[in-house]
Nanobody, 128 residues
Framework: QLQLVESGGGSAQPGGSLKLACAAS????????IRWFRQAPGKEREAVSC????????NYLDSLRGRFAISRDKAKNTVYLQMNRLKPEDTGIYYCAATSGSNYVCAGAWEKSATDYWGKGTLVFVSS
């Protein structure tokens, strides 16, 4: 069964950190670019970050640049999202998404490209 499974969510205080993981099972992520999305309560889903298959390009929602960092570990078949200096507005369900494309560059309309596989999400709750 091909699936993505997110983990690492939970509760954090403002200013704290969380590291999310997106692990693939049933297939290798080597030729996929990965994006993280999030959906806050009552809001539309938004793209958070993107990493190309080779990790040569990354991109972020402008408002998160400098606080969030995306990375990938091929040996573990996992992509990570390090979230620092968390704010209450970071609260939401975080999803990872995999799309086939070994030559894809995380630039331009990276937020809008199609997705082959979605994870079920992990909840992040930031509150004092």
């Amino acid at each position: 069964q091909l699936q993505l499974v997110e983990s690492g969510g939970g509760s954090a205080q403002p200013g704290g950190s969380l590291k999310l993981a997106c692990a693939a099972s049933g297939f290798t992520l080597d030729n996929y670019y990965i994006r993280w999305f999030r959906q806050a309560p009552g809001k539309e889903r938004e793209a958070v970050s993107c990493i190309s298959s080779s990790a040569s390009t990354v991109n972020y929602l402008d408002s998160l640049r400098g606080r969030f960092a995306i990375s990938r570990d091929k040996a573990k078949n996992t992509v990570y999202l390090q979230m620092n200096r968390l704010k209450p507005e970071d609260t939401g369900i975080y999803y990872c998404a995999a799309t086939s494309g070994s030559n894809y560059v995380c630039a331009g309309a990276w937020e809008k490209s199609a997705t082959d596989y979605w994870g079920k999400g992990t909840l992040v709750f930031v509150s004092s």
